[in-house]
T-cell receptor, first 109, second 115 residues
């Protein structure tokens, strides 16, 4: 089975840094994705990690530790528009994606 | 631009009727497509994997006779919600893998409301 955990909600201040954690236990692993999703819209790709370490892309960074079944998404210089749900998803052996519950981030002034 | 197109974006139907949702890959072939369902304030739940030329693979708990999936060609997969009921009201999203490592394209999603 698949088990992917992330916090349900987080609040952070504009301009600050926030880290969203994700732990997983899956029967197969071909990579871990982070998506941003605004209400009523399809997810938007943020990052993909398949090897251990940190992947940096502008204000967003994602980290993976396969041995620990752990990843985090780091958002720097938070903007109001970053208020959204952030979905951690693990790609299984059949290349299908299993999503975590999603973390609803609220950025406050 | 979009590489996976999903249609319709919105659909309202009466209870007991069937609704078909299409997912098309644009400018690339997709032998596999994935169908997800998302209830309000919840994450995406994988429903099934659509395979061109063979039967779909359904996740545990998803009724294959209720959610009919047809992968008629290398660019089209359809999801038909048969005898829809209000509890089937949800956001349905398809996705198709690209050729690059980890590449996955999502459709725009279809919001189904069953009255």
């Amino acid at each position: 089975g698949q088990n992917i955990d992330q916090p349900t909600e987080m609040t952070a201040t504009e301009g600050a840094i926030v880290q969203i954690n994700c732990t997983y236990q899956t029967s197969g692993f071909n990579g871990l994705f982070w998506y941003q999703q605004h209400a009523g819209e399809a997810p938007t790709f943020l990052s993909y990690n398949v090897l251990d370490g940190l992947e940096e892309k502008g204000r967003f960074s994602s980290f993976l530790s396969r041995s620990k079944g752990y990843s985090y998404l780091l958002l720097k210089e938070l903007q109001m528009k970053d208020s959204a749900s952030y979905l951690c998803a693990v790609q299984g052996g059949a290349n299908n994606l299993f999503f975590g519950t999603g973390t609803r981030l609220t950025v406050i002034p | 631009g979009a590489v996976v197109s999903q249609h319709p974006s919105w659909v309202i139907c009466k209870s007991g009727t069937s609704v078909k949702i299409e997912c098309r890959s644009l400018d690339f072939q997709a032998t596999t497509m994935f169908w997800y369902r998302q209830f309000p304030k919840q994450s995406l739940m994988l429903m099934a994997t659509s395979n061109e030329g063979s039967k779909a693979t359904y996740e545990q708990g998803v009724e294959k006779d209720k959610f009919l999936i047809n992968h008629a060609s290398l660019t089209l997969s359809t999801l038909t919600v048969t005898s829809a009921h209000p509890e089937d009201s949800s956001f349905y999203i398809c996705s198709a893998p690209g050729t690059g490592p980890g590449e996955l394209f999502f459709g725009e999603g279809s919001r189904l409301t069953v009255l």
